[in-house]
């Protein structure tokens, strides 16, 4: 489940009870939770009051934003645009696709950034909202991937041996870190971001 904590008064609030929340995306304005609820052998994608009252008796129920076609269908890893508009997620979606889905907040329009049999994961948002990052292991071996949200076009960013993961993109837009694998482990690494 999910818990608020409250570093200034060091309280703790309890936003979920018995839905099996995990992958908490806190929005830009900080009024809001996307995280995956599972339930039902599939996972969907929901948001919750960030601030929730702390009687359970008045916490509102979670929204869903995304409940995939499939009886199994799953969503994972949300993260928020920006602007606050769109929420970014992973799906496994029914015939085994595991891709990239933005849904629109208010309208709940999905647009699929992905749909192939790569198995692409942990999406995150440039500081513009221009583009959004992710893995995936389309060339056999996972990378990270961008995608222009305004041009709807993919390009490979890194080209590694041993697999490059969950990538974080720098305030500024010009770095980005991520996990890689290399001969001795997992590690950190981080790249400058010049498009060629």
Do not use: K
């Not at 199994?72 to 602007?83: C, G, R, V, Y």
């Not at 440039?126 to 990052?133: E, F, K, N």
Request: glycine content about 10%; hydrophobic content about 35%.
């Amino acid at each position: 489940d999910l818990v608020y904590w409250d570093h200034t008064s060091d309280r703790e609030v309890r936003l979920t009870r018995g839905q099996r929340a995990r992958d908490p995306a806190v929005s830009p304005d900080e009024r809001e939770v996307a995280f995956s609820m599972n339930g039902e052998g599939r996972s969907v994608l929901a948001v919750i009051p960030l601030r929730a009252d702390p009687d359970p008796a008045h916490r509102p129920d979670p929204v869903v934003l995304w409940r995939g076609p499939g009886r199994f269908d799953q969503a994972f890893q949300p993260a928020w645009s920006p602007d606050g508009r769109h929420v970014a997620f992973s799906a496994w979606r029914t015939g085994g696709y595991r891709d990239i889905l933005v849904v629109e907040r208010r309208s709940g329009a999905v647009t699929e950034v992905t749909h192939d049999r790569a198995i692409d994961g942990s999406p995150r948002w440039s500081p513009d909202g221009a583009r959004l990052y992710f893995d995936s292991d389309r060339t056999g071996i996972s990378n990270l991937y961008a995608y222009d949200w305004a041009e709807r076009e993919l390009w490979q960013v890194t080209n590694v041996d041993g697999g490059a993961f969950e990538v974080t993109v720098s305030p500024d837009g010009r770095r980005l870190a991520y996990h890689g694998f290399v001969g001795t482990g997992y590690g950190r690494a981080r790249l400058p971001f010049p498009r060629d």
